[in-house]
């Protein structure tokens, strides 16, 4: 299996910390890669500085081979590179299937034909399916801002979807999401990485989750990896243990 | 608006349309000077809209790009250049302007964007002041001509209005074009959450450019059509409290509603007029209005109406739950 994601040696200084502190790793097409650590360890960071949100202080980031370090979010996004934020991040006065047309829109044309050609590009079709497979069909007209915080999580992650992205970052999906709605969320990405073979990584503090969801676990902690392998594998080794429950 | 029935809201936009074509052919001069200017500060802003209402990027400066506007008009037509060239220059050289004011809103928001707009405006005031060769100082323009279109002479104060709700029609379509298409969308996407708009492949950049560079645009062709209605222009008429008159209207009348700047618009021109009779008492009344509706409804006039459908609409959704749960009850 190829890499699509190459991170090697990254690094993010704060001032005079240093959050995420040379970190190597790559991600295959087709897996579901975890990344786990304990609150303040360096996994927010690390996603923003691969996304582009953050410029990182050293290292390099490879998409399919290619260096894309310091690309914009927006331009790494048309590369097929999405992601979910840990907070909630929607549009919260447009409605729900608006929020998902617009979650697609600039994969089509170009600025010129979005000005002149069809208002919605034949995105409302992809975003009723869209719709249907999140089972959100009850609220798609309804302002995304008035949707419970486990349903406005799950269009977060409808909408990271819906430029047809080859990898998704997803930042803490299950947080603050019920038992129900969590198996509901686990079946559908289970469901896109197979069909669609989209690659995704993970960072979640939901062991269970983590564990039942991912082909490969990462840890990390202090900005630095611990450890990386099977989920059986990491859950034995006693550094991720001394980590977790300390001394 | 959605709480209307379609045919009924076409028949209303029908009535004011032809309102505003045969009403005012009784009107005397004030009266159609006093309507040619609303048509006009609509446009500015409809064009101040899309810049703060939409895209959510707050602008003191487009009282600035009206001057631009009414200036380009003006030196070009008494140099006997025809009033729609002056017009596509004013367009763009505002649009240009607005573009490279847009950069400040990539680095900076909120108040701090406000004051650098608030300085560009200042600027924009002691250029149209101070070069005296071009824009011709304290003592401005006079004798700015009115056009000829189709060959028909426009001097008359009915045929200039006419010109001014034309321009006005073809604006307010191609804003209404704009802000259903992916633009729009996006617009509201930078106003509503750029983060996320970001990582969904949306170019902040160059959208914050556009927005500025549009709504600039639209203040610089109410500009365009303000110098010829007034026909003399000094810098006076542009300098900060135009801006502010246009951020009350956009505020009053909605910020972000597609109606919100011509309700607006009416207010700020139309109630001076009515209140006249109240005499010195006229601004005073105006400044208590302005600010019970806002703290009433600090989403304009528009935004109440808005609330009382979403109200309306939250009513009739419990209501079909009760109907749903009494057959449940019933049931069991």
Not at chain 1, 119 to 138: C, P, R, V
Not at chain 1, 157 to 173: I, N, S
Not at chain 2, 56 to 76: D, E, K, P, R
Not at chain 2, 192 to 209: C, F, H, I, K, M
């Amino acid at each position: 299996m190829s890499a699509v994601l190459e991170v090697t040696n990254i690094k993010k200084n704060f001032g005079g910390i240093s959050a995420v502190d040379g970190v190597s790793f790559d991600v295959r097409e087709g897996e579901i890669l975890g990344l786990i650590g304990p609150n303040g360890c360096g996994k927010s960071t690390l996603f923003n500085c691969i996304l582009g949100q953050l410029t990182p202080s050293g290292g390099e980031v490879k998409l399919d081979g290619k260096l894309v370090t310091g690309l914009r979010p927006s331009e790494l996004n048309k590369l097929g590179v999405s992601r979910t934020f840990q907070l909630l991040q929607v549009f919260p006065k447009l409605s729900v299937r608006e929020n998902l047309i617009l979650a697609g829109q600039e994969h089509q044309g170009n600025m010129a034909s979005r000005l002149v050609g069809r208002s919605d590009a034949g995105l409302t079709e992809a975003a009723n399916q869209m719709i249907g497979f999140f089972k959100l069909d009850h609220l798609a007209d309804e302002p995304a801002g008035g949707l419970s915080y486990g349903q406005q999580k799950l269009l977060d992650a409808a909408m990271a979807f819906m430029g047809g992205p080859r990898l998704v970052l997803l930042d803490e999906p299950a947080g603050g999401v019920n038992p129900s709605m969590l198996s509901d969320l686990k079946e559908r990405l289970v469901a896109i990485n197979r069909e669609k073979n989209a690659t995704f990584v993970v960072i979640e503090h939901n062991m269970e989750f983590v564990m039942s969801l991912c082909s490969r676990v990462m840890v990390m902690a202090e900005g630095k990896v611990l450890a990386m392998g099977r989920p059986d594998e990491v859950r034995k080794n006693p550094a991720v243990i001394e980590a977790y429950l300390g001394h | 608006m959605s709480g209307f029935a379609k045919p009924l809201k076409i028949a209303l936009g029908l009535a004011v349309i032809a309102a505003l074509i045969v009403v005012p052919m009784n009107f005397n001069r004030y009266g159609l000077f006093i309507l040619s200017q609303w048509a006009v500060m609509s446009i500015a802003a409809m064009g101040l809209n899309l810049t703060l209402g939409y895209a959510g990027q707050v602008s003191l400066a487009q009282g600035a790009f009206v001057g631009i506007g009414a200036y380009a008009a003006a030196i070009m037509t008494t140099h006997g250049w025809p009033l729609p060239a002056a017009i596509v220059v004013a367009i763009a050289l505002s649009f240009a302007v607005g573009w490279v004011l847009g950069y400040p809103a990539l680095r900076v928001q909120h108040h701090y964007l406000a004051f650098v707009t608030l300085a560009f405006s200042t600027l924009a005031f002691l250029v149209f002041r101070n070069e005296s060769w071009l824009t011709g100082g304290i003592y401005g323009i006079s004798n700015i001509p009115r056009p000829h279109i189709f060959g028909i002479a426009t001097n008359k104060p009915l045929p200039f209005y006419y010109v001014c709700l034309g321009s006005l029609a073809i604006v307010s379509l191609a804003v209404w074009w704009l802000i259903r298409s992916p633009w729009g969308r996006a617009f509201m996407a930078l106003r509503e959450n750029p983060l996320r708009a970001q990582s969904l492949g949306v170019d902040t950049r160059r959208y914050t450019l556009m927005a500025f560079a549009i709504g600039s645009a639209l203040g610089g062709v109410a500009g365009a059509l303000y110098a010829p209605l007034t026909q003399y222009i000094d810098p006076v008429p542009f300098n900060l409290s135009l801006s502010l008159d246009l951020l009350m209207m956009v505020i009053v009348g909605g910020a972000g509603f597609y109606f919100g700047p011509f309700l607006g618009a009416m207010i700020a021109v139309l109630l001076p007029e009515w209140l006249r009779f109240t005499e010195g008492y006229y601004l005073m009344l105006y400044a208590v209005a302005v600010m019970l509706l806002l703290i009433w409804s600090p989403t304009g006039i528009l935004g109440i109406l808005d609330r009382a459908m979403a109200a309306r609409r939250t009513k009739a959704a419990s209501a079909l739950r009760a109907v749903a749960k009494s057959r449940l009850e019933t049931v069991q």
